[in-house]
């Protein structure tokens, strides 16, 4: 590839700043948001939002909490001035909200965007010229003089025509466009002629907002160009200085955060980074970026797929589903060992919670590869953990446990995943919960429903301290057979009984749990047996008077096992405890 063609950015901009602060810096508060969706969005998008898809946005911006919202380019279309006078006769704008429009800097597009905010009782118009020598070059045709003179000649009509509207609020914006690659000595030079000529003022700051309208760098060269505005404007006290990164490069939320470190104080973007090419820089990311790190982002995103929804209707746009935050499968694992390390984590979580004596939802988050608890955003933990041919036991068994209320022994675990390993790698799915049950049901449970061997009826008594008998009646081949054994636990007399009508069993290992709280709650049962050599895994449910005795087969009838260790069985036959 010709890549000779192309030259690094210290080739095309001069890069003044070397004792950098920024790095040492820390982010601790949350900057002044700005959603530009309803313009720069807007624009991007191949079918433009009507009046009630902007409505519909706006709206849910303001129940977000934004105060600040850039709604449009009212000189670029009638839609667009449209909408601004909809927002300023309908009373839909709150008394906290400001209204930012978009204007290029000629007067007759000025004056056609204060016609558009007359009613308003809050603005800021934000002027725009591009100013990179390129684009002075090609686009403007005019030299660095005659670009900073079209930009104050606009900037001085609107001054005028702002005055005109006595007792409108209208505050002052102005973005250098194309600054990242424009002269930094050029940029401070408009940028502080035009905080003179505004008379700009701590009670009435004006904007400067500086762009990476195309990225051509890394992020922390945007950062130095950032910090060296940030030390140098003129009347710093009084400018609000702000960042509008693209994503040409996919680093838009690094270049804001760095920014953020440089000192920027207000970050302009759009939810889930809608925008022209590889689209504006992402408010759902940054601002949960710094939630994750125990800042407070002034936004709520408590309802994550509302905002998704919203935005995907509006933009009729999809939301990639492994967008951060957002995104359908972003708190869901497949990997084996990403769901166990989760599934210990929420079980860890929940006991810490207890230990404090506080609900999960307060205690703090520590949960592998959740970097936030998706409850905060609204999110059920069902989709967490999902089941493919890549999961492994832990999240098999976590999602048993969640939905079906099954507690498998450790060992039984690893069995079964074995079986779902086989199903899924020859259906190439995903195993949904309910199948997941009914896969266990089928391995585990229903074997014993086809066996030759059916318990009729039983009953156990210790006839004497540590003796125990077994009394039951078996059905095969249709016959009933009565049998009777002892042992020393419950267990080991059934094993005792079975003996002797040639049935034997050998319980290697046995748990049961109830699956609910409370007396009489229901209860489930799980048995490792060798049955004529083979070890296999069954089950059974409480609160049922008839059981069949049988092993767990696997899905092709075949008795299913593996060697086991030693050192069990023996412990397991002495001190069974029946159901």
Not at 13 to 33: H, I, K, M, N
Not at 236 to 265: F, K, W
Not at 269 to 286: A, Q
Not at 380 to 407: C, F, M, P
Request: glycine share 8%; hydrophobic share 40%.
């Amino acid at each position: 590839m010709p890549h000779h063609r192309y030259r690094p950015a210290q080739a095309r901009v001069a890069l003044p700043l070397a004792d950098r602060t920024w790095p040492s810096g820390v982010l601790r508060q949350a900057p002044l948001w700005v959603p530009v969706d309803l313009r720069d969005g807007n624009q991007a998008l191949a079918e433009p939002m009507d009046t009630p898809r902007k409505r519909r946005m706006f709206d849910l911006l303001v129940t977000m909490g934004f105060k600040e919202i850039e709604v449009g380019y009212p000189s670029a279309s009638q839609t667009d001035f449209d909408f601004v006078r909809h927002l300023a006769s309908s009373g839909a704008v709150p008394d906290d909200v400001t209204i930012s429009v978009f204007t290029a800097a000629r007067r007759d597009l000025i004056d056609r965007t204060i016609a558009s905010v007359e009613g308003l009782p809050r603005t800021v118009v934000h002027l725009y010229t591009a100013t990179a020598p390129v684009w002075r070059d090609v686009v403007l045709g005019r030299s660095r003089d005659e670009v900073h003179e079209l930009i104050r000649t606009a900037a001085t009509h609107l001054m005028r025509r702002a005055e005109e509207r006595s007792g409108a609020d209208i505050r002052f914006e102005f973005s250098p466009e194309v600054f990242n690659l424009t002269e930094p000595d050029f940029v401070l030079e408009v940028c502080d002629s035009l905080t003179e000529l505004w008379d700009a003022c701590p009670q009435r700051p004006v904007i400067h907002n500086l762009p990476a309208t195309v990225e051509i760098a890394t992020p922390n060269v945007y950062a130095d160009q950032i910090e060296y505005m940030h030390r140098h404007l003129a009347r710093r006290a009084s400018v609000i200085l702000s960042v509008h990164p693209h994503n040409d490069r996919g680093t838009g939320v690094a270049c804001a955060e760095l920014a953020v470190l440089a000192g920027a104080q207000r970050v302009e973007g759009c939810l889930f980074g809608n925008g022209e090419r590889t689209g504006n820089v992402d408010l759902v990311t940054l601002a949960l970026n710094l939630y994750a790190q125990g800042v407070d982002p002034m936004i709520d995103f408590s309802d994550i797929d509302v905002v998704k929804e919203v935005v995907e209707h509006c933009n009729r746009l999809p939301v990639h589903p492994r967008h951060p935050y957002g995104g359908d499968l972003v708190h869901t694992a497949f990997s084996g060992t990403h769901q166990d390390a989760i599934a210990k984590g929420l079980a860890h979580h929940a006991k810490q919670a207890a230990d404090l004596g506080v609900p999960a939802s307060a205690a703090p988050w520590q949960v592998p590869y959740l970097p936030v608890d998706p409850g905060d955003l609204g999110r059920t933990y069902e989709e967490v953990i999902r089941i493919n041919s890549q999961s492994g036991k832990g999240g098999i068994a976590h999602l048993l446990r969640t939905h079906h209320g099954l507690d498998l022994p450790a060992p039984m675990r690893a069995d079964f995943s074995r079986t779902v390993q086989r199903v899924t790698d020859a259906t190439g799915k995903e195993l949904a919960p309910k199948e997941l049950g009914d896969l266990f049901r089928t391995t585990y449970a229903a074997p014993a429903q086809e066996g030759r061997f059916a318990l009729v009826s039983w009953s156990t008594a210790e006839t004497a301290p540590g003796v125990h008998v077994f009394t039951c009646v078996l059905r095969a081949d249709e016959r009933e057979l009565p049998c009777r054994g002892a042992g020393n636990g419950p267990l080991s007399a059934l094993t005792d009984a079975l003996r002797a009508v040639g049935i034997t069993v050998d319980i290697l290992g046995y748990t049961e749990h109830a699956t609910a709280s409370g007396p009489g709650s229901p209860a489930v049962a799980y048995a490792e047996c060798r049955v004529d050599d083979v070890d296999s895994w069954g089950c059974g449910a409480g609160h049922l008077r008839s059981h069949r005795v049988g092993a767990g087969r696997d899905g092709g009838g075949q008795p299913r096992g593996a060697g086991r260790r030693s050192g069990r069985r023996s412990a397991a036959r002495l001190t069974g405890r029946g159901p």
